[in-house]
């Protein structure tokens, strides 16, 4: 395995991530913890050793055990989340919504990253530091969730759909069924995952794991279990009737005062804009930063003139039946983006967040809603970004004289590139040439020859029309050869563009993990572990 760091403006547009790591001085007003400072990671234990509120440790430790026993952890896991019950155990997070199959790469090396921050800050410390992974099972975006991409060898990217979205169907992960077609799902999958001797038993597992009667979040945790075997990566599922109560405190302070926390996103927008940044995050004035479900559906609220309002059905309610909810069924609640990292750090001793880009991004808008609920606003660390290049796609960037920097690009104006490269300097011309000179040559000798004796006159047409022949057939197979040559580069550089830079973004955002496992094994994880330096914030190419 040969890896390769380059910036990230290379190969993605992500200003903020950009900023972050290599200007953090700019932005460091709405970040207060540098990640690249070793001393970070002592006075993050300091802060949250002396936080107002303690986090809910035992209830926490009751909680996920029963929830990851559910999912299928190993010794591993449940030691870690007993080790949640000591006061000078912490955590380092991360989290992503419950996609189907696991979804996309990126979701992995956000796992990744996180088990190894976590061993590392424990060995730095000498503290013991877990790393916890919260699935987005109350999200009710399933157009994001319901499908992945299969990349079957030379053949284009396949989308798989689990179903087709109903926009008006606002139920979250937790609530909805994989359903009877996910086994046909799975066998279409199977004829589209690329043979290796590894691909029956990620069938199997699919298939023993993803149940038709299963929700899509409990599929989810189940597989991410499988995948990290004895990592000790603890799942969480927010959407457990009994972990909702240790949110109650998060939920009423939004609904006594409810526009604090939209008000304070809205001015660290401003703020961003002004330093020449785009806020992530975009809030009405009126949001309040909660979501209510109403008869099995997630409803975003608003306030105005002293009534709370559940978007989409017109409910209305006033303060005291919001705060009644809370007491009476917590469970009807649910944060929302701006809230999500609220509760979680509220229950959690975190010291990082793990994210992408996108998360990276929107924390900046965060650091005064921390402030308003009294918490200490964690370390935010960029997850891993990779791409994989599997030998055969490496040879093809050897051979062609490529990197992963030229697929971000207009990949046919740097096929035709290429194409231009391999062509023979003048052998077209020199062809067309070779014919004006034989026949400038032939109409000579027969002038000369016919003069000498007329009856050559046959001998001499003939010649010429075998030379003639000759040449043109040498001609049409010159043709020929560089059209097949043509093909064959046109047809490698564009399986490299597939498996590279599909659907024009980075691999990590598109391609599924099992792909692989079913070519390396599950022992392929052991693979992406060795490829990830937590400590390089960068894009770093893995040829395999």
Not at 527 to 536: G, I, N, Q, R, Y
Request: glycine share 4%; charged share 25%.
């Amino acid at each position: 395995m040969i890896a390769q760091s380059i910036a990230y403006q290379q190969v993605m547009a992500a200003p903020i991530l950009q900023s972050y790591v290599s200007r953090f001085s700019s932005l460091h007003s709405f970040y207060p913890h540098d990640p690249s400072d070793p001393e970070i990671w002592s006075r993050m234990v300091s802060q949250v050793r002396s936080r107002g509120k303690k986090p809910p440790r035992q209830e926490l430790v009751s909680i996920l055990t029963r929830q990851n026993i559910n999912f299928g952890a190993d010794e591993h896991t449940i030691n870690n989340i007993q080790a949640l019950g000591h006061p000078e155990t912490y955590v380092i997070s991360t989290g992503h919504q419950a996609g189907l199959f696991t979804g996309p790469l990126y979701t992995i090396y956000k796992a990744i990253t996180t088990i190894k921050l976590s061993m590392r800050i424990s060995d730095q410390l000498g503290l013991r530091v877990v790393p916890v992974f919260w699935m987005a099972s109350d999200d009710h975006d399933f157009a994001e969730i319901n499908h992945i991409f299969v990349s079957p060898s030379d053949e284009e990217i396949r989308k798989i759909e689990l179903r087709k979205d109903d926009p008006a169907d606002k139920r979250s992960a937790a609530a909805r069924q994989m359903g009877a077609e996910v086994n046909t799902l799975i066998d279409h999958f199977a004829h589209l995952l690329p043979e290796g001797m590894h691909k029956q038993s990620v069938i199997d597992c699919l298939h023993r794991v993803c149940l038709p009667e299963a929700s899509l979040s409990d599929v989810f945790a189940r597989l991410m279990i499988r995948l990290f075997e004895g990592h000790g990566l603890i799942m969480v599922d927010p959407t457990d009737t009994e972990l909702k109560p240790l949110m109650s405190e998060v939920f009423t302070r939004e609904i006594l005062h409810p526009l604090a926390s939209t008000k304070a996103v809205l001015e660290t927008s401003e703020q961003l804009r002004k330093a020449g940044f785009t806020p992530q995050v975009d809030r009405t004035p009126d949001a309040v930063n909660l979501f209510l479900y109403d008869q099995g559906h997630r409803r975003a609220v608003t306030y105005k003139h002293d009534q709370f309002l559940s978007r989409h059905n017109g409910g209305t309610f006033s303060r005291e039946d919001l705060l009644k909810i809370i007491s009476d069924n917590p469970a009807m609640l649910s944060h929302n983006v701006v809230t999500r990292p609220i509760v979680q750090d509220a229950l959690f001793p975190s010291l990082a967040y793990i994210g992408g880009p996108s998360e990276v991004a929107y924390y900046a808008q965060f650091g005064k809603v921390y402030e308003h609920f009294g918490l200490p606003f964690p370390v935010i660390y960029p997850r891993a970004s990779l791409t994989l290049v599997e030998p055969r796609i490496d040879r093809i960037l050897k051979k062609h004289g490529l990197t992963i920097i030229h697929f971000t690009e207009d990949i046919i104006q740097v096929l035709n590139q290429r194409l231009q490269a391999d062509m023979p300097d003048g052998i077209v011309n020199s062809l067309q040439s070779a014919k004006k000179t034989m026949r400038h040559h032939y109409k000579t000798l027969f002038n000369q020859v016919t003069e000498v004796d007329p009856v050559l006159q046959g001998i001499v047409d003939a010649s010429e029309r075998k030379t003639a022949y000759a040449l043109n057939k040498l001609e049409e197979k010159t043709l020929k050869a560089l059209k097949r040559k043509n093909k064959t580069t046109r047809d490698q550089i564009m399986r490299a563009d597939r498996q590279l830079y599909p659907l024009g973004g980075l691999q990590e955002r598109s391609l599924n993990i099992w792909q692989y496992i079913s070519l390396y094994g599950f022992e392929f994880m052991d693979t992406l572990f060795e490829a990830v330096d937590e400590t390089d914030f960068s894009h770093r190419v893995i040829s395999l």
